[in-house]
T-cell receptor, first 114, second 114 residues
């Protein structure tokens, strides 16, 4: 059973470009969470999705950031018009969504904006 | 609202010595508590979790943590440090309703002195 798969592992974008980060949850998991880790900081919650639904996006910046988890395919975190401050590690976690969830994390995508 | 405070952003211990990493939480509802370990350029791996069963929780790699409600603490310990324990450790809290997002502390970097 493969773990949570994130790609790419490393992504370099110039200011103003779009960044698209992908997350394939573990088999049987229908809940996905995105977190952002800035240098020397802990992880900050961004968004929680179930298939085709955004459940909680309270941690998402109001502009330029969006996320989706379609019925088929991976979850996508999209950052439009990237700026230097978007440089960070973005982690995806997935869970079965039972009462006692255990979220499994991917290895992250490290975004560098130049 | 929930929050986590990890005292000590850097901790150094000698190989074979006791490891103690401190975590205090704040939660308006009965919490679930977690410790995760992150090795360089890797994702997060769950060490152990407290979900309102036994207050002393045993995890992987010889780590354990004790939930103390009166002190709002969930400190992580290991009797004898090993070189392979060098990593970043994160304490996290979530609500107990299931599928709740995790709120992380800022992390403690553990260094093992040979």
């Amino acid at each position: 059973n493969a773990g949570v798969m994130q790609n790419p592992r490393h992504l370099v974008r110039r200011r103003g470009q779009e960044a698209r980060l992908r997350c394939s949850p573990m088999k049987g998991h229908s809940h996905v969470y995105w977190y952002r880790q800035l240098p020397e900081e802990g992880l900050k919650f961004m968004v929680y999705l179930q298939k085709e639904n955004i459940i909680d996006e309270s941690g998402m910046p109001k502009e330029r950031f969006s996320a989706e988890f379609p019925k088929e395919g991976p979850s996508i975190l999209r950052i439009q018009q990237v700026v230097r401050g978007d440089s960070a590690a973005y982690f995806c976690a997935s869970s079965r969504g039972q009462i006692l969830p255990e979220a499994f994390f991917g290895q992250g995508t490290r975004l560098t904006v130049v | 609202a929930q929050s986590v405070t990890q005292l000590g952003s850097h901790v150094s211990v000698s190989e074979g010595a006791l490891v103690l990493l401190r975590c205090n939480y704040s939660s308006s509802v009965p919490p679930y508590l977690f410790w995760y370990v992150q090795y360089p350029n890797q994702g997060l791996q769950l060490l152990l979790k407290y979900t309102s069963a036994a207050t002393l929780v045993k995890g992987i790699n010889g780590f354990e943590a004790e939930f103390k409600k009166s002190e709002t603490s969930f400190h992580l310990t290991k009797p004898s440090a090993h070189m392979s324990d060098a990593a970043e450790y994160f304490c996290a809290v979530s609500g107990n309703f299931g599928n709740e997002k995790l709120t992380f502390g800022t992390g403690t970097r553990l260094t093992i002195i040979p």
